[in-house]
């Protein structure tokens, strides 16, 4: 936004306050996709901890850094540990 004001050749407070504009409209937007993040993040951790507890070991840093959801997650967790069930 701020480049395609520049290029109007507008006063540096207009180019700033257009820009403080912006930053404030998206702002709940930028809020509610941090906060989806940390949900995401810490659903993770506990699903690690769980799978650990029954014996199925997964990468939780490439879970997260990936963007792998909780849901793919899970599957994986409860695949590999009926797998394990069905080696016994």
Known sequence: ??????RLNL?????????????????????A?????RTR???????????RKIGVEMDLLEAIT???????VRAYVLEMAASERGQE
Request: glycine share 6%.
């Open 11 to 31: 006063p540096a407070k207009v180019v700033s306050a257009a820009t403080e504009a912006h930053l404030v409209a998206i702002q709940p937007y930028v809020d």
């Open 66 to 72: 990936e963007g792998a959801s909780v849901d793919d």
């Open 33 to 37: 996709f941090v906060g989806a993040e």
């Open 41 to 51: 993040v810490c659903d993770l951790i506990t699903l690690a901890e769980q799978a």
């Open 1 to 6: 936004m701020g480049d395609n004001l520049l």
